[in-house]
């Protein structure tokens, strides 16, 4: 399973970033995807995951500000992500919890910087 992500890139504070995030390979099941991201000096940390049944989970320091959606059907999930703050710059990688394990995408840097 191989999981290419992209639209991260510079905005200003206030701004608005689409991440997108796609899962190929042979023969899978998705059961869940989302996004983690990692900021310099800090651990990574979730950010919002959505389920095959379309439950999701978003840290607190999000709510409200960004929305995780997914078409089930081509194995893609979406962040978008409104009100952007200085303190959402980080590395985002997408997540992906399928039925042969779990893989990471390649990272997709977000700057928010005025």
């Known amino acids: 399973v191989q999981l290419q992500a992209s639209g991260g890139g510079l905005v200003q504070p206030g701004g608005s970033l689409r991440l997108s995030c796609a899962a190929s390979?042979?023969?899978?099941?998705?059961?869940?995807m989302g996004w983690y991201r990692q900021a310099p000096g800090s651990q990574r940390e979730l950010v919002a995951i959505?389920?095959?049944?379309?439950?999701?989970e978003y840290a607190g320091s999000v709510k409200g500000r960004f929305t995780i959606s997914t078409i089930n059907a081509e194995n893609t999930v979406y962040l978008r992500m409104n009100s952007l703050k200085p303190q959402d710059t980080a590395v985002y990688y997408c997540?992906?919890?399928?039925?042969?394990?779990?893989?990471w995408g390649q990272g997709t840097l977000v700057t928010v910087s005025s």
């Open positions: 997540y992906a919890l399928t039925s042969q394990g779990v893989y």
């Open positions: 959505i389920s095959n049944l379309g439950s999701t």
């Open positions: 390979g042979r023969a899978f099941n998705v059961n869940i």
